[in-house]
């Protein structure tokens, strides 16, 4: 188990694995939000997306945590381990309900607050001072 794609639903856990196995394993993981969103969310265009992912993919070990089903096919083709975390909707909405602290009707802003958690400031169309007084 030197290649691992974790693949899942929002809010499933992908990246608490991915930091767990890191650890556990001593393989580096990379996340495809870090590494995919750009600031001002704006998303890496689809070409760049695949040269990012090839480069990932031809290293001898890494644990790779999202979804893109644009690179999907890159990442199953070079992995030796595929975990799906299949959790139901229920589960994830409570994670990130209980993540954000917020009710599930505000799951958007829970999202926004979570990429600011995962990727560091960026502007979205929340004002910053709202998603603050929620935290």
Known sequence: MKRVLLIGSGGAGKSTLARKMSKQ???????????????N??????????????NLVRQDSWIIDGNY???LDIR??????????????YVSIKFLNVFCSIEVPHVQI??????????????SGFGTSQINKKL
């Open 110 to 123: 829970c999202k926004t607050i979570a990429r600011k958690k995962l990727i560091g400031s960026s502007s």
């Open 69 to 71: 089903n644009g690179t």
């Open 25 to 39: 394993l001593n393989i580096t993981a990379f996340h495809l939000d870090k590494l995919l969103w750009k600031p």
């Open 41 to 54: 969310w704006q998303m890496t265009p689809k070409p760049e997306q695949a040269i990012i992912v090839h």
């Open 76 to 89: 199953v083709a070079a992995a030796d381990t595929i975990v799906f975390l299949d959790r139901s909707r």
